[in-house]
């Protein structure tokens, strides 16, 4: 697999290619032109010290603090991803999947390091086509096999460096496809939040058991649990989890009136 990094992906997407996209997807008429209008008047300087430039027209990059920018970028992406899809991939199933695009954090699959790289340029060269741009020195290659197997990747003639580990969406991957230090991770990080959150939350009087209960349930347990779903569990790491999810705040907790 290849994580790949694109150079500040917001503030390069280019005005009139996301129109043409747009209007590919059905974006028309009074909705294009609304759209449009958000951004036909956007201008900017440069300050230095106490000086001003003049005023410049700008024609790259979403704007900053928007809600809609989140879905034009999705859209945006949507077509580099669909130009850039070929039928390899890797099975899950009766799928086969081929790339995981969520925002600007992407990762291409595939069986072999040279049915990746055949990936890679393509998505790379599709990207360079929307006015995007992979940055070869935050994007990594990482073979899942538990033995330690070569994988060399190359963009524009630059060699892509090989982890043996990698966090994506803020779940640790590791070479040898195992959990083991995702889960510890995750238990590590819920002790964390329960040293946090003693004083402030269960030993504090004002708040009642419900809202106790309430804080525990909306940020404890999802600190724990998060990316539960991938996880292949061990009696041993069921014990420490259910020890994690029922220690000393729950009986705390518990023992309020």
């Not at 049915?115 to 990207?127: K, N, T, V």
Request: net charge positive; proline share 4%.
């Amino acid at each position: 697999m290849c994580f790949v990094d694109l150079e500040k992906a917001f503030d390069r997407v280019p005005h009139g290619i996301l129109w043409e996209v747009l209007w590919e997807y059905g974006v028309r008429g009074p909705l294009l032109r609304a759209v449009r209008s958000l951004y036909n008047r956007s201008r900017s300087l440069v300050r230095i010290a106490s000086c001003k430039s003049d005023l410049f027209p700008v024609h790259v990059g979403l704007r900053q603090g928007c809600p809609l920018s989140p879905v034009l970028f999705i859209v945006f992406m949507d077509r580099i991803s669909r130009r850039s899809q070929w039928l390899e991939g890797v099975r899950f199933g009766d799928h086969r999947i081929s790339s995981l695009i969520f925002a600007d954090d992407v990762v291409l699959l595939a069986p072999s390091s040279l049915d990746l790289q055949h990936a890679l340029g393509r998505f790379a060269a599709e990207c360079e086509a929307a006015g995007m741009r992979v940055s070869t020195s935050k994007s990594e290659a990482m073979v899942l096999d538990r033995k330690k197997v070569a994988c060399i990747l190359q963009v524009g003639g630059e060699i892509l460096p090989q982890v043996e580990e990698f966090k994506y969406l803020g779940v640790l991957f590791t070479s040898e496809g195992r959990m083991d230090r995702e889960i510890d991770r995750r238990i590590g990080a819920a002790a964390a939040v329960m040293r946090s959150m003693y004083q402030s939350v269960v030993v504090k009087k004002e708040l009642s058991r419900k809202a106790k209960l309430s804080i525990y349930q909306s940020i404890y347990v999802p600190t724990l649990t998060y990316g539960h779903e991938l996880w292949v569990m061990t009696e041993r790491k069921n014990v420490l989890l259910g020890e994690s999810a029922s220690g000393d705040i729950c009986d705390s907790i518990s023992r309020d009136p």
